[in-house]
C-alpha cells in the first residue's frame, strides 16, 4: 500500500481542525452543523447528550462522529456532507487503513449533561486550540499550556489514555503519539521497539500525565528519525501497530473471534455480554467507581492479569499470595473472565447485596492494571455508566463479585426493564456486523444457485417455511446462513433461535402468568419480545428461527398467532389471550422451521399451521460441485471411498419403500474434516457412532440388512 492510499485521510482531518477552531465561540452554529449532516446523509445520529437534547459539544467529539467504528461508505458519507457544509478544499478520502477509531458506545469526549462540570466542554476546547498552537511552534510555552489542558481533560470521568490521544493523533499525528491500548502493547511489549528504548520509556499509567506522554513521544520521535527504525514517524508507528498487532493475533488464535455462548454467532461476529457486579464488600466502592468511570475488582495482590495464561495459574498465585488454605476457585473464575472474557460495549448491571440493582454502565476500555491505586482495586475497566439510583432486584439471587449473565435472557430482560421509563437513559450505538453475502452462502453451503433463489424467492412471497429433510444435511446450519444473506449481514441482534419441545408452550411463546415473590406476574414470550423488536425497525427484515418445529404442540403454542402470520395477514392487529392488548406480527418478521422428515416418533404438522407454511426440502448435498470439491481437496482415498458407499447406501434408502429420501444419510457428517485431522480414529467414529446406530434405527427389523451395510462402511474406510 503507497504512502498516499495509507494516510490519505490524514490531508482532510487537518483542514477540518482548522475549520473547527472557528466554532469555539459559536457552537450552537456547529451544533446545527453536527444536526445537518445526519439530515444529508440519511444515518441516524448517535446519541450525543441526554435524550439527545445538544446543549454544548466539543470538537473532539465532532471528529469522533466519524472517527468511531462503521462502514467506509457510511464514513465517507458523512465526510462529504462535512466537506459541504464546512466548505472544505480537501479531497474527501475513500480509504481509512491506518486511521485509529473510537469504541461507539463512548464517543462522546463529555458526560452528559446530569454527570459533567460547567467547565467540561471548555477544557476540551482549550485543549484543542492549544494543541493546534503547538503544532506550529512547539515551545516551552506552547506545550505547557497542552500539558494543563491534558491533564485536566484526560482525568474526567470517561475519558483515558486512548480516547484523548486519539483525539490529538486525529486532528496532528505528525506532532502527537496515538496511545491507545494497541500501541501501547506495540510499544511496551511486541519487541518491535528497541529494548534499550523501552527501558528509557516512563511506565503506562491508567491515566497517564502530560507530562509521562509528552517523554514516551519525544524519546520515541528521536528513535524513529534516527537510522535504526524503519519506521519516520507517528502515523507509521501507529499503522505497524495496527497491522503487527492483526498479524499475531492471528498466529495466536486463527479467525476465530471469541462470540460468547450465542447459539447464532459466527466465529467472526462478537457478542454483546450481560454481567451482575458488585463494587466492592457491600457496594462500598460504588460512589468512587462511578464518579471515576471505572468499574474494578480486587485480587490486586497477585499483580497484572494479563500475565496469567490459565485461569489456574490465577489461582494457584492466589494461593501463594493471599492464603494457602483456601481453593479460590470463583475467585479465579471472576479475574480471568474480568481480563479475558468482558468485551467493549457489554453491559454491566450493579447490585448491592442480593436484592438491590444500583446502577447500568457500558464497558468502554480494555482492561488495565493501575499500579498506584493504594487499595485492592488495582483491576480496572473504564466504563461509561448510565444509570445511579435504587431499583429492586427483578430477577437471580447473585452472591459473586463478577456474573456472566448473558444466558439467563428473560433476567436480562427484565433488568433492562428496569431503565426503560428512566428520562436519562442513553442508547447504545449502531453495531456494525461482518457482510455477508449470496456468494458467501453458496461458499459455504452445499446447495446450487438455484435451489437458493427459490428457496429465498419462496420465503419472500410465503413469509413462513419450514425447512425439512433427512439427519445431517446442515439444516440449522442453512436456516442461519440463509437468514444472514437475505439481510446482507450477520446481525445477530435480528436473528433469534428458539427450539420446540413437547413441553414448550404459549406462555414461553407470546405470553403468559409466571410465579415471583409477589405471587403470578404477566411475563411476555420470545416470540411477541421479537415482533416488538421488529416492529420499531420497520425498514429491516427480521428472522426467527424455529429448531424441531414439529416436536411442539403447535396449535397451544401459536394460539391465535394462527391467523396473524399468514403473509396476508401481516399488519392486522389481534386481542391477546392475556392482555387486553392488541398485537400484530410486522411485515418484516420471517419465520424459519426446521424439521427432520426420517423422526417418526411425531405426529403430522397441524393441517391449520401446514398451510400457513411453505415447504423446502433439503437433500443431502454429495452431488454439489461444491462438496464434491471440498472432498478433492482433502486428498484422502479413504474419505471418498466411504462418501462413495454412503451415496450406495442413500440409493438403497431412497428405494426402501418404508423409508424414503426423507430418510437418506446428509452431508454434515463429513463436513469438519481437514487433511490433517482425518486419520482411521475419525473415520471409525463416525462409522461406527454415527452411521450404524442410525442404520439399526432404521432397519430395526431387518438385522441382516444392518449388517451387510456396517461391513461395507467398515470395509471402506479399511
Not at 498516499?4 to 466554532?23: C, I, R, S, T
Not at 392482555?579 to 400484530?584: G, L, N, R, T, V
Request: glycine share 6%; proline share 3%.
Amino acid at each position: 500500500m503507497d504512502i498516499q492510499n495509507k494516510f490519505g485521510w490524514v490531508p482532510f482531518y487537518k483542514e477540518f481542525a482548522l475549520k473547527l477552531q472557528d466554532y469555539k465561540n459559536k457552537r450552537s452554529v456547529l451544533i446545527k452543523k453536527v444536526k445537518k449532516i445526519y439530515d444529508i446523509t440519511g444515518i441516524s445520529m448517535p446519541t450525543l447528550d441526554k435524550n439527545n437534547k445538544i446543549v454544548d459539544i466539543d470538537p473532539f467529539t465532532v471528529f469522533g462522529l466519524f472517527s468511531r467504528k462503521m462502514r467506509d461508505d457510511n464514513r465517507i458519507k458523512l465526510l462529504k456532507a462535512i466537506e459541504k457544509l464546512f466548505e472544505l478544499t480537501t479531497e474527501v478520502p475513500n480509504r481509512f487503513e491506518s486511521l485509529p477509531v473510537i469504541t461507539p458506545q463512548n464517543a462522546t469526549f463529555y458526560s452528559f449533561i446530569d454527570y459533567r462540570e460547567d467547565s467540561d466542554i471548555d477544557d476540551l476546547w482549550e485543549l484543542f486550540i492549544s494543541a493546534l498552537e503547538f503544532t506550529k511552534s512547539q515551545t516551552a510555552r506552547d506545550k505547557k499550556n497542552v500539558s494543563h489542558y491534558f491533564d485536566l481533560t484526560i482525568n474526567k470521568r470517561g475519558n483515558g489514555n486512548s480516547k484523548i490521544t486519539m483525539g490529538l493523533f486525529w486532528i496532528a499525528p505528525d506532532s502527537f503519539l496515538n496511545f491507545d491500548n494497541r500501541n501501547q502493547w506495540y510499544i511496551y511489549e511486541s519487541g518491535k521497539i528497541p529494548e534499550d528504548i523501552v527501558e528509557s520509556l516512563p511506565e503506562v499509567e491508567a491515566k497517564i500525565s502530560a507530562k509521562n506522554y509528552f517523554k514516551i513521544a519525544d524519546i520515541l520521535r528521536k528513535y524513529l528519525q534516527s537510522n535504526r527504525s524503519e519506521l519516520k514517524d507517528f502515523k507509521e508507528l501507529s499503522f505497524d501497530a495496527w497491522e503487527y498487532s492483526e498479524q499475531v493475533n492471528k498466529e495466536l488464535y486463527g479467525d476465530e473471534i471469541s462470540a460468547g455462548n450465542s447459539a447464532l454467532a459466527d466465529e467472526d461476529v462478537d457478542t454483546k455480554h450481560y454481567w451482575v457486579y458488585a463494587p466492592g464488600e457491600a457496594s462500598s466502592m460504588w460512589d468512587e467507581f462511578y464518579n471515576s468511570g471505572i468499574m474494578a475488582i480486587g485480587w490486586g495482590e497477585i499483580g497484572d492479569l494479563r500475565e496469567f495464561k490459565t485461569k489456574n495459574e490465577m489461582k494457584e498465585k492466589m494461593k501463594e499470595t493471599i492464603d494457602k488454605g483456601l481453593s479460590y476457585k470463583n475467585s479465579a473464575h471472576a479475574t480471568w473472565q474480568f481480563a479475558n472474557e468482558m468485551k467493549i460495549g457489554d453491559i454491566i448491571f450493579v447490585k448491592k447485596g442480593k436484592n438491590q440493582i444500583v446502577g447500568r454502565g457500558i464497558v468502554n476500555s480494555e482492561y488495565e492494571f493501575d499500579a498506584s491505586r493504594e487499595d485492592k482495586y488495582k483491576n480496572i475497566r473504564q466504563v461509561n455508566w448510565t444509570h445511579k439510583g435504587e431499583w429492586l432486584n427483578p430477577g437471580l439471587s447473585i452472591v459473586k463479585t463478577l456474573t456472566d449473565i448473558t444466558d439467563y435472557t428473560d433476567y436480562v430482560q427484565r433488568l433492562e426493564s428496569l431503565f426503560e421509563d428512566q428520562d436519562d437513559i442513553i442508547e447504545e450505538e449502531e453495531k456494525y456486523y461482518p457482510e455477508y453475502t449470496k456468494e458467501d452462502f453458496l461458499s459455504e453451503v452445499f446447495m446450487s444457485e438455484k435451489e437458493y433463489d427459490d428457496l429465498c424467492n419462496i420465503l419472500r412471497i410465503k413469509k413462513n417455511i419450514v425447512l425439512q429433510g433427512a439427519p445431517g444435511v446442515g439444516k440449522t446450519y442453512i436456516a442461519k446462513r440463509l437468514a444472514y444473506s437475505m439481510m446482507g449481514t450477520k446481525d445477530i441482534e435480528r436473528v433469534m433461535f428458539v427450539q420446540f419441545h413437547q413441553s414448550y408452550s404459549y406462555e414461553d411463546f407470546i405470553m403468559g402468568f409466571r410465579p415471583d415473590s409477589a405471587g403470578f406476574k404477566l411475563q411476555k414470550g420470545s416470540f411477541y419480545n421479537f415482533c416488538k423488536k421488529a416492529e420499531i425497525d420497520g425498514e429491516n427484515d427480521y428472522f426467527f428461527i424455529i429448531d424441531e418445529i414439529n416436536r411442539g404442540n403447535l396449535s397451544k403454542i401459536f394460539g391465535e398467532l394462527f391467523m396473524l402470520i399468514e403473509n396476508d395477514k401481516r399488519g392486522i392487529s389481534l386481542q391477546l389471550l392475556y392482555s387486553d392488548e392488541k398485537f400484530a406480527v410486522p411485515k418484516n418478521v420471517y419465520i424459519i422451521g426446521m424439521m427432520n422428515t426420517a423422526d417418526r416418533s411425531l405426529a403430522m404438522l397441524d393441517y391449520a399451521l401446514r398451510r400457513r407454511f411453505a415447504f423446502f426440502e433439503i437433500k443431502p448435498g454429495f452431488a454439489t460441485d461444491g462438496f464434491k470439491q471440498y472432498i478433492k481437496d482433502l486428498e484422502n482415498e479413504k474419505v471418498e471411498s466411504l462418501i462413495q458407499c454412503i451415496e450406495e447406501l442413500n440409493n438403497d434408502i431412497s428405494l426402501d419403500e418404508s423409508l424414503g429420501d426423507g430418510f437418506c444419510i446428509g452431508h454434515s457428517y463429513f463436513c469438519n474434516l481437514t487433511s490433517d485431522s482425518i486419520n482411521d480414529i475419525v473415520l471409525s467414529g463416525i462409522v461406527e457412532y454415527e452411521i450404524i446406530p442410525l442404520l439399526k434405527e432404521y432397519w430395526f427389523d431387518e438385522p441382516s440388512k444392518v449388517k451387510n451395510w456396517s461391513i461395507d462402511l467398515r470395509s471402506a474406510i479399511k
